[in-house]
């Protein structure tokens, strides 16, 4: 578990995936991808990571993922294989606002 501040970036052991935090209510988590800890960008993969199928729905780059309240919102870099999670739970694409109408 790593304390997630906005600015932190992280990758996957088991897929291209890369997410940058965006806003964060300052709590350790435990960020997921494929179904293994996320690694700092310095970090080397684990041997024979793999990835879990029933965490391989995918991210997509430029998409927004936020939990349950939108307190955590990750910015995803570079979209890969794997679904991401965080303790546990998964994350969702954050849905874009509608725009008033105008006359």
Known sequence: MRVLKPGLRLKSA????EVMVIRSPGTEG?????????LGM???APAGATLDPAHAQG???????VD?????????TKG???SISV?????????????P???
């Open 30 to 38: 435990l960020v997921t991808c494929g179904g293994l800890e996320m």
């Open 59 to 65: 991210s997509l780059i430029g998409k927004r993922y």
């Open 101 to 103: 109408s105008s006359d």
């Open 87 to 99: 303790d546990g739970a998964p994350l969702s694409i954050k849905q874009a606002k509608a725009l």
């Open 68 to 76: 349950a309240t939108e307190a955590l919102e990750l910015l995803c």
């Open 42 to 44: 310095g970090d080397a």
């Open 14 to 17: 088991v897929c291209a995936t």
């Open 80 to 82: 890969g294989a794997g």
